[in-house]
Nanobody, 124 residues
């Protein structure tokens, strides 16, 4: 049972990148999937959550309108499409699974399984 994040890299400001979170050992459709990030010297920050069962997708204000979380349950893969990237988006991005209530979607403690992280660097 695991999640594996991939797709990170170096991108220029204003550019785009798509992260993937591939899951194995369980069915993605049964869980919410979230993305968090942690920049150097900073605390972990919630980015987005797609709740299971069509309960909606939610975004942090800092990424709303620029990032899109989608899921392909048949492929057991979730994606984070990032556009209009800024230097402050530089961080290690982690995907995680859980079954949070709506009020707890930004709480990392709600998620019970985490991927290993993928580094995104936004720099010219």
């Amino acid at each position: 049972v695991q999640l594996q994040a991939s797709g990170g890299g170096l991108v220029q400001p204003g550019g785009a990148l798509r992260l993937s979170c591939s899951v194995s050992g369980f069915s993605l459709r049964d869980y919410a999937i979230a993305w968090f990030r942690q920049a150097p010297g900073k605390e972990r920050e919630w980015v987005s959550t797609s709740r299971h069962g069509g309960q909606g997708t939610y975004y942090a204000d800092s990424v709303k309108g620029r990032f899109t979380l989608s899921r392909d349950n048949a492929k057991n893969t979730a994606y984070l499409q990032m556009s209009s990237l800024k230097p402050e988006d530089t961080a290690i991005y982690y995907c995680a699974r859980g079954r949070p209530i709506l009020s707890a979607i930004a709480n990392g403690g709600t998620y019970t399984l985490w991927g290993q992280g993928t580094l995104v660097t936004v720099s010219s």
